[in-house]
């Protein structure tokens, strides 16, 4: 790739980056935050929801955003709001305004990543697509680890009021970078321009090529974000783990995460997209049901561990593969958005979810996310169908 592309996929890493430190940042600060917020442990869960809601929100305006104003004025808008939510944040002082500000976060780390993805569409396709997918999985893995240790770092030695202002650090670097390369965004805003292709969102939504790819991403992604948020819950209650503990823990998710992104580029040279997504899937079901079982007999901590490792490489795996498959026969940059979109749609509807099953116990929000994943090798085998 030239220096353009690889500046291009550079903003897109930097736009996942922050919208994965939103979440993992806030990961080891679920206690202090229950204690802030007056809220049990499994309800701050909420602050999750909250943010995740929020990611969700830029689809609505984000594609008239960019057709009007161009690329760089919409990662500017995310910029400025995530940085009035951060700000509103440090002046929060009760827990409708802490879950206000955490929605702004949302909706400007989303639309920022929103941008981020589609991007790529704009450098690449197909296979080079799913690769570069699995590049920005390295940018993922990189908040991963660098957000749940750092976050616990600073919750344990500061506050968690430091997590705002690390947030508004990281969107300043980011949008430096897309000042940078303002010209090269510029000319991918005329060569949408001239296609002048109008998006269609409900012609792409209802393809079966596109809505079921959305479908196993949701579950992998479902499955992914209710662990991930309630880990800090599972560990301090069930283990003792304090966020020290739980921060540290996010250097050896963040390997098994980085194992998946590098299975997808050396794997995709052997098999197609749609093998390797059948082996994420089946990952997918395999540890969440060994985590149903564990719910019952006590939760062993080296099982539990163990299988959280699986299902941070079976995501890692699943994700590109399922973004590919779903964007690669329709052309254009909307096809992604509506992707992410609809991931995280989906996802923060199985999140919702999960807080209704929580106060019945672990047990039950492992069987629903067995289900997700039997839901996920069910939408891999129709897809494999379509394919033959």
Sequence with gaps: ????????????????????????????????????LNTEEAESYKVLLFYLGGAVLPIVFMSRLIRSFGRHTAILVCCATLFVGSVLSL????????????????IGAGGGALIGRALLTDISSGAALAKNLSVLSYSFILALIGGQVVGGFLISSLNWIALPYLMII????TYALAFKIRTRLYKLDAVEKESALTPNYYSTATQPSFFLPVILGGCGYGIFIIYQGIGAYIFHSNFRWNSADYGTFGLW???????????????????????????????????????????????????????????????????????????????????????????????????????????????????????????GVLTTLLILKRES
Excluded: D, K
């Excluded at 919208?19 to 206690?31: E, H, K, M, R, S």
């Design 1 to 36: 790739m030239s220096s353009s592309p690889q500046q291009v996929l550079l903003l897109a890493c930097c736009t996942t980056i922050i919208a994965q430190l939103g979440i993992t940042l806030y990961i080891p600060a679920t206690t202090q935050l229950a204690s802030i």
């Design 253 to 375: 998710l963040g390997l098994a995460y980085y194992l998946g992104a590098l299975t997808v580029r050396r794997a995709l040279t052997v098999v197609s997209v749609c093998q390797l997504s059948i082996f994420g899937a089946c990952l997918l079901i395999a540890s969440s049901s060994v985590l149903f079982l564990a719910a019952w007999q006590n939760m062993s901590i080296h099982l539990v561990v163990g299988t959280y490792l699986v299902i941070w490489y079976a995501q890692a795996t699943l994700y590109p593969c399922a973004a590919a498959m779903a964007v690669n026969r329709i052309p254009g940059a909307h096809p992604m958005m509506l992707f992410s979109f609809l991931q995280q749609l989906v996802a923060l509807i199985f999140g919702a979810l999960a807080t209704f099953f929580i106060p019945y116990g672990i047990q039950t929000v492992a069987l629903l996310t067995a289900c997700l994943g039997g839901l």
């Design 170 to 173: 990281g969107l300043i670097l």
């Design 91 to 106: 002046f929060s002082l009760g827990s409708e305004v802490f879950f206000f500000s955490r929605l702004m976060q949302g």
